[in-house]
């Protein structure tokens, strides 16, 4: 199982010989110009490397866990904007016409491609892509499932399921210890 976000914190705080408490920030007269790794800097390099760990990870492997970090998002408006945080679009499934409930599987098309069939009949094509910050497609509405980056009160919530799933807390702790030791 995973580790909770001030377990973590912890473990790094032991392997750098920080105090033990990590919520501290003293900073010892006469040495201003040294940076020290208070609680801010541990838990915006936790962050960084647990946003980056989303990227790598397969996105099966955080679907079957049930990740917070996996998105599904109606989208009404082609060109509307991603939802914020939005890492990778995993699957597009589009409503061709506002009749029927049925969605269809499509393929993403690069952006030149999009434009040129953009008015296309949606009976007839169907895509989408991701261009201008918005998820742009063909039809009525886009059902998209994404991975986005949680935000630093999620990670520290220690959300039930969790994130990332086991296995992966050793890679997040080295990371951030060898970066605070350049």
Known sequence: MAQPWLDLQTEIAARISEPEDVTGSIIPLGEVDVPYNNQG?????????????????????????????????IYTTSGQTLVTGTVKVLSVAIRPQNVG??????????????I???????????????????????????????IIEPALAIWQSDPSPPILPDGYDEIRIDWVCKKLQL
């Open 41 to 73: 800097l541990v838990e915006g390099l936790l962050l960084e490397i647990s946003n980056q760990l989303l990227r790598e990870i397969p996105p099966d492997d955080l679907e079957a866990i049930g990740s917070p970090a996996i998105d599904t998002t």
């Open 101 to 114: 409930t049925n969605y269809v599987g499509t393929q993403p098309m690069q952006p030149a491609t999009f």
């Open 116 to 146: 040129q069939v953009q008015n296309a009949d949606p009976t007839l094509i169907s895509g989408w892509s991701v261009f201008n910050g918005g998820m742009n497609y063909i039809g009525f509405d886009a059902r998209v499932v994404s």
